[in-house]
């Protein structure tokens, strides 16, 4: 197992090679940070969001909790939301879940494990909404691969639903927010199709879902 001393060469090492392909690789970034993308993803260490599409630090701004919820009373989630969209001017959110998520199967496995268990209280909302659709399925990682796409698609929509989306939208912002899915078996994106680009988009969504 790597030492915090493994870490720090690991740094020294990777700064070096920055800065040998890209000298003012470094400078730029303290200037300031200009990303066009949100990106709203699972804490887990296996999915590491600015390698999983290949961009270098300052190109994703980047917000990661248990099992990437967008919950309408989570200050921090709120307080990158607002500064993303209303400071930085991010043209994409994207909403990115991942197969085989332990937070999505701990929802709903009924261990009681404390204070994450009122944190994935959206997720059993969400399977409770769609309970008919998620029991025709094989219990077990069939079925909690579903409830991920299914909490992906309800975050998408509570991120559309944001005070400070629907302002930016009014104000003519160009801002788009989009639910994937990552796999750690083949480190591949699936975009579930579930973009919203506009509050007509959004009412259309509600319209559908109500």
Known sequence: ???LDDLKAKNAAWSRAKTAVDPDFFTRLERQQSPEYLWIGCSDS????NEIVGLDPGELFVHR???NLAPP???NYLSVLQFAVDVLKVKHVMVVGHYGCGGVAASVD???RGLVDHWLHPIREVYEAHRTELEALPAGRQRTDRLCELNVERQVRNVAADIFVQDAWARGQQLSVHGWVYSLHNG???DLGVTIDG???YAALVARDA
């Open 1 to 3: 197992m790597p030492t």
């Open 46 to 49: 296996r999915v590491p969001a």
């Open 65 to 67: 909790n248990v099992a």
């Open 73 to 75: 009373q989570d200050a």
């Open 110 to 112: 009924g261990v009681r």
């Open 188 to 190: 591949r994106i699936t």
């Open 199 to 201: 509050p007509e988009g």
